[in-house]
């Protein structure tokens, strides 16, 4: 089943919220006009009641209510749909005055009267809503009666109704433009997005230089249109490399391979004695011990490039590890009569085997560049939450230019000598990814001159 599009989402979703949020007024327009017409309603009521209780103990009296009550008249003249009635407290005789519209005696005897103003909302035999104020009083001569003004709200319920209708009359077209403005609205703050869309569909493998302009943007989409061009930064890059390390690969394992095939082509093209035969075959088990060791090293790198890959880290003695490995280089340093010195001592987080292999391979080159009688030396080091182990050998320095190369897959500095020495150009590049799986670090320094020094950062143990 084919999913909504989310601007047809989105846009349903802000007309509901509109709809919702416009009923939601409008019946709190309702109810706010109810109470105030309620509430005007009974202040009416009882600022008329105040005059009529002022009348009646001033200038009223029983024997003289009816025809002294112009002063009562004069407060109902003129509305409709106001009437004023005084009973006698026992209630069953006729109402001593009757001012306004006639209404049931008896609904009127009914309602409850006090001290105290109190109001009651009634019908009257024809439907219609009434409001009553009631409250006792007393004439001039002292005689307690019932007073009672009632108002007929048929016109405050004939306006509520009208604000009703048209209320009801307007609510579809309001729902209308809000449907249409949510679209537009939609529509227009998703327009990056079909940029985006537009863009992704020119990205591939073979092209990776388009980005997304992350300028103008709404703040949630410009955070997304830089991240996306980190990414395809980061993906052009690995592609870069990936690429150049193909042509790296492939030119490496030509070499000998070119070497072998044609060493065999010479060696057949004409009968030979087995003396060169051995010879013959004694060169390509050099050559295939090479690329052993290029396949193994990148079997290697492969493995501690993958992201689920994990080392145990155990405490070690970084100047033991580095006397073991000494020791492998003993007779290497002897044949070009260098010295090994080891000096400092200090404990890291790491993987035995691992650290070895990096200590290894900085030590092999030590030796390999160092001049014949020189030192090589090995430092051991720590220092709050980091410790460290330098190498440090005195033979023709790097320029500055090699340095932030000189990490990388298969580079070499000066002419291939790693290559015409036995290296396959890729112990750097093993060191620093043992490193970077250990949390930690690998730093160079170096001057023409020499001394060159490589520094692997570990986290103390």
């Not at 103003?117 to 009666?145: C, H, Y």
Request: hydrophobic share 45%; aromatic share 4%; with cysteine.
């Amino acid at each position: 089943m084919k999913t909504a599009s989310l601007s047809l989402r989105l846009g349903l979703s802000v007309t509901l919220m509109g709809a919702l949020l416009v009923l939601l007024l409008a019946c709190l327009a309702v109810l706010a006009l109810d109470h105030e017409l309620d509430s005007r309603a009974r202040k009416d009521l009882a600022r008329k009641l105040l005059q009529v209780e002022h009348n009646l103990r001033v200038d009223l009296r029983s024997d003289d209510l009816a025809a002294r009550a112009h002063p009562l008249l004069d407060l109902v003249m003129g509305h409709d749909n106001l009437s004023l009635n005084i009973l006698a407290l026992n209630g069953r005789h006729p109402p001593l005055l009757s001012l306004g519209p006639a209404l049931q005696a008896d609904a009127l005897r009914a309602l409850p009267s006090g001290a105290q103003l109190s109001f009651a909302e009634w019908q009257d035999n024809t439907g219609k809503q009434i409001l009553t104020a009631s409250q006792l009083m007393r004439l001039r001569d002292d005689t307690p009666v019932r007073v009672l003004l009632s108002l007929n709200r048929d016109d405050d319920n004939a306006l509520l109704q009208a604000y009703l209708h048209s209320t009801l009359i307007a609510l579809p077209l309001l729902l209308i433009l809000i449907g249409i403005g949510a679209w537009k609205l939609v529509q227009r703050s998703l327009k990056p997005l079909r940029h985006f869309r537009r863009v992704a569909g020119q990205v591939s493998a073979q092209d990776l230089s388009h980005r997304l302009p992350d300028s103008g943007l709404p703040q949630e989409l410009g955070e997304l249109a830089k991240a996306i061009n980190v990414m395809l930064d980061r993906l052009d890059q690995g592609v870069q490399q990936l690429s150049q390390f193909s042509d790296d690969l492939a030119h490496e394992l030509r070499t000998p391979l070119s070497n072998l095939m044609g060493k065999a082509q010479v060696t057949l093209a004409r009968e030979r004695d087995s003396g060169n035969y051995r010879e013959v075959l004694e060169d390509s088990i050099e050559e295939l011990t090479r690329l052993n060791r290029i396949i193994n090293d990148m079997l290697f790198l492969a493995q501690v490039g993958q992201p689920q890959a994990q080392v145990q880290l155990t405490p070690l003695a970084l100047a033991d590890e580095v006397q073991r490995v000494g020791e492998l280089f003993a007779f290497s340093a002897e044949l070009k009569d260098i010295e090994l010195k080891l000096q400092g001592w200090g404990t890291a987080l790491g993987d035995r085997l691992m650290v070895q292999r990096a200590l290894s391979n900085l030590l092999s080159n030590a030796i390999r560049h160092s001049p014949e009688g020189q030192t090589v030396t090995v430092g051991v080091g720590r220092q709050g939450e980091q410790a460290w182990v330098w190498v440090e050998n005195h033979g023709p320095g790097i320029a500055e230019v090699h340095l932030p190369r000189l990490f990388e897959r298969f580079y070499r500095v000066g002419c291939g000598r790693s290559r015409l020495e036995g290296g396959t150009g890729l112990g750097l590049a093993i060191v620093q990814s043992i490193m970077q799986l250990h949390g930690g670090k690998v730093e160079v320094s170096s001057r023409l001159a020499g001394p060159t020094r490589f520094t692997l950062m570990f986290k103390a143990g």
